[in-house]
């Protein structure tokens, strides 16, 4: 069973990874409208990516005698309308490095209740977002080196249909 400060930060979480399948999902559509088909296509994959951490957290608190509370009313999605791809991107950044300072909260937070469980449980949360804030900076520092260059971009476009496969 879980305890009610467990109950709580994972709900949160679960939420917010509901809140980035959405930002993931906007941001795809964005970058389709602007022509980028590899971006929008990794941003998608990411987007359904999102989807299934919040679906493993649901799984989890359910199995544990939880109740899985999905509410997305405060969910605040930027204005992006007017962003260039790397501002786009640093957004991103922002929000992985976000949610890794509350992945790491609830660790401490299990640890905290003597939850192992749950500890144990959050350790490929861990795990996937050492990989997430490695995966937007590889990309970030790309786009810095390419700048506005248009030959640059339309390559970088065309990698980045699978460039989330080869980076894993």
Not at 63 to 78: W, Y
Request: with cysteine; hydrophobic share 35%.
């Amino acid at each position: 069973m879980l305890s009610e400060k467990i109950q709580k930060g994972l709900t949160r979480q679960l939420n917010r990874e509901s809140e980035s399948s959405q930002l993931y999902l906007s941001m795809a559509s964005w970058s389709e409208r602007k022509g980028y088909e590899g971006v929008c296509e990794f941003l998608y994959d990411h987007s359904n990516e999102e989807r299934i951490h919040m679906l493993k957290l649901i799984r989890y608190i359910n199995k544990r005698g939880g109740n899985a509370i999905l509410n997305n009313d405060r969910m605040l999605i930027p204005n992006i309308t007017s962003l260039s791809l790397k501002e786009l991107f640093m957004k991103l950044f922002e929000h992985e490095k976000t949610i890794s300072k509350e992945i790491n909260l609830l660790v401490e937070i299990s640890l905290q209740e003597k939850d192992y469980f749950t500890y144990n449980f959050l350790q490929w949360y861990v795990k996937e977002q050492i990989e997430e804030e490695s995966l937007i900076k590889t990309i970030l520092d790309k786009i810095e080196l390419i700048r506005e260059d248009k030959g640059g971009l339309y390559l970088f476009d065309k990698d980045m249909k699978n460039f989330h496969k080869n980076f894993e």
